[in-house]
């Protein structure tokens, strides 16, 4: 069982064992927008895992708020 985070929201370790696919919308949101705020110091990995968040969130076409 994935652990949550106090407002509900999976932890990014968790979620590296899914597509991001099954990611939900606002698991996309968050984790997008910690790590465009760590960006200038995200590693090889880091920087992969963004990348994959961003074409997630533009094959659903966008985040709806």
């Known amino acids: 069982m994935a652990l949550e985070s106090a407002q509900g929201r999976r932890q990014l370790h968790d979620l590296s064992t899914l597509g991001t696919s099954a990611w939900s919308d606002e698991e996309l949101r968050y984790h997008h927008h910690v790590m ?30």
């Open 36 to 65: 465009s705020e760590l960006s200038p110091w995200l590693n090889a990995q880091g920087v992969h895992i963004h990348g994959q968040i961003i074409q997630e969130i533009e094959r659903r076409g966008g985040l709806k708020r």
